[in-house]
Structures are given as C-alpha cells and as structure tokens.
C-alpha cells in the first residue's frame, strides 16, 4: 500500500467505505430479525460474521485514513 498514490488511497478508501455501508444495512436487517423474534441459530450466525467483516473493514478504513494523512502531511 505504500507504492500507491494519494488518488489511488483515496479510491480505496471509497470502495471499502461502500463494502462498509453494505454490510452495516445487512448487519441491521439481521439484527431486526432476531430483535423481533425471527432469530434462528443461522440468523445469529450470519450477524456475528457480518459484524466480524464489519469490525475488520473499519480497522482497513482507519488505516487508509491514517495513511492518507500521514501522505498529505495533516
């Protein structure tokens, strides 16, 4: 990561905060499910693996936000 340009930071940067919004709207319908008794044990699976991928794209996204203002000198 440290060979791509500032444009190319900021694309990936964007890309990822759209997976993130993504699997946050499918983290939330999940959550509606099991809050309004419609849990299954593969409902509350599949919500703790979407979250998993969730926690693991913001620590990618604060990374490349760290960079990229390492990069811009802020």
Known sequence: MEKLTVDE???ELALLEEQE?????MRG???HQID????TET???REREVSSERQE???R????RELL???QGV
Not at 21 to 25: D, M, N, P
Not at 36 to 39: A, L, P
Not at 61 to 64: A, C, E, N, T, Y
């Open 43 to 45: 409902t509350r699976a």
């Open 69 to 71: 203002r390492q990069r």
């Open 36 to 39: 309004f008794g419609f849990e």
């Open 9 to 11: 930071l900021r694309a």
């Open 21 to 25: 919004a993504k699997l946050s709207g």
């Open 57 to 59: 794209l913001h620590r």
């Open 29 to 31: 319908r999940l959550q």
């Open 61 to 64: 996204i604060d990374s490349l």
